[in-house]
C-alpha cells in the first residue's frame, strides 16, 4: 500500500507517517520545507518528494513520480498567522491574506484530491483523508480565513466521495476535524518554564476532557480511515474535539 501524506515533516503529518510506517505502508512524506522533510524521511525511513501544495505543477511532478497511490492524506495546512500577529478578522483582513491562507488549505486540497482520484481510479479503490478542522465547523472571528478555508475542505470532501461513487469507485473521502492538538506550534504560547501547565489547562479549559489531543490520537484515526475497517464510510467527518462541539460552554453542570 502506497501512502502520501502532505505537510508530513512535522507534528501531525509526521505522525502521520509513522503510523503508516508501522502499518507495514510504502509511505511518501511530502513536504514544502525540503530540508526538514527529508530529515524526518530519514529518520522514519520513508521516502520524501517536495511539494508545495499550492502549486499545480508541483502536483504534477508528484503525479509523474508516483502514478498509483493507495492512500492520500491532504495534512498540509497553514493558520495565517506563521509569520506573527497580523489581521485575519471579517472586517480588516486583505484580500492577499485572505488568499494566501486558502491558496493552501482550499486549492490544496482541492489539487491533493484531483491527483489522488486520477491516481486511484485505475485500481478503483483507494482513501483520501483530508485534514479540517475544528474551525471548519463553528465560525473563528479572529481567523476568518482560516475557518472559511477548512470550511471549505469539509464541504469538498463530500463533492469527491459522491463524484467517486457516482463512477462506481470504491475510492472512499472522509475529513478529520482536530481541535487543539499539542504540536510545536503551541510552544511558543506554552513555554517551558514553571507556569506551562497552568498555560496548558488555561488554553483547554473549555474542553470537556481538559487537555490536548496528542498527534498519536489523529494519526490512529488516519489508519483507520485508510484501512478496510471503514470501508463502508464515505463523505464523513470525524471530529476528534475533547468534547468541544459536544454542546456549549454555558452547558447544565
Known sequence: MVCVVTGGARGIGKA????????????VLSDIDEDEGRKAAEELGCAFHPLDVASADQWDALAEAFPAIDVLVNNAGITGFEDGPVAHDPENASLAEWHKVHAVNTDGCFLGCRYALRAMKAKGTGSIINMSSRSGLVGIPGAAAYAASKAAMRNHTKSVALYAAQHGWQIRCNSIH????????????LGDGPDREAKMA????????????TVEEVAALCVFLASDDSAYMTGSELTLDGGLLAGSAASPG
Open 178 to 189: 482536530p481541535a487543539a492538538i499539542l504540536t510545536p506550534i503551541w510552544e511558543p504560547m
Open 202 to 213: 488555561a488554553l483547554v479549559a473549555d474542553t470537556p476532557l481538559k487537555r490536548f489531543g
Open 16 to 27: 502521520i507517517c509513522g503510523a503508516f510506517l508501522a502499518e507495514g505502508a510504502k509511505v
